[in-house]
């Protein structure tokens, strides 16, 4: 199977913001496949802890993961919505703790050095998102931590 490089942000453009408790994330429309309202998770007691569950998407069973965990915080307490994204491995749920939004992102305010994500953008009312590098943040070996 190629290889596609994974969307990247940039700033004018259209982007899902999610919420991850206090803190916005950031990821490129493309990258979105729906977002999907209070899963049905079934827990897998042998997964990593960044694993939550699987959940039934018209069919397909998907790997539900903390987002927050993902970048280094603590777990998130529930999880009302799913970011489904499509990664090199297959589709995967992201944990989103309040309704995703699409916004058009203003200028860069600067790098993020956190792992897993790029650059830190304005947004609409003085607030600010951090952009999400969805093939570093789902790689297996780092869910697999």
């Known amino acids: 199977m190629p290889t596609v490089p ?3 942000v940039n700033a004018g453009q259209l ?3 999610i919420p991850v408790g206090s803190d916005t ?3 490129p429309l493309e990258a979105v496949r729906e977002v999907v309202v209070d899963p049905k998770v ?3 007691p042998t ?3 960044v694993v939550l569950g699987v959940f039934n998407v018209r069919g397909d069973i998907v790997p539900l993961l903390d987002t927050s965990l993902l970048l280094g915080m603590r777990p998130v ?3 009302p919505y799913a ?3 499509e990664t090199a491995h297959g589709t995967a749920g992201l944990v989103a703790t309040d309704m995703p939004q699409t916004v058009r992102l203003n200028e860069s305010v600067g790098h993020s050095d956190m792992e897993g994500t ?3 953008y304005l947004i609409g009312d003085a607030r600010l998102a951090v952009a999400l590098d969805v093939s570093t943040l789902l790689s297996p070996a780092r869910i697999s931590r």
Do not use: D, G, I
């Open 83 to 85: 970011v489904l994204v």
């Open 25 to 27: 994330y950031a990821l």
């Open 77 to 79: 307490a529930e999880e």
């Open 118 to 120: 790029t650059e830190t």
């Open 15 to 17: 982007a899902l913001l």
């Open 42 to 44: 079934t827990e897998l």
């Open 6 to 8: 994974a969307p990247s």
């Open 47 to 49: 997964s990593p802890s």
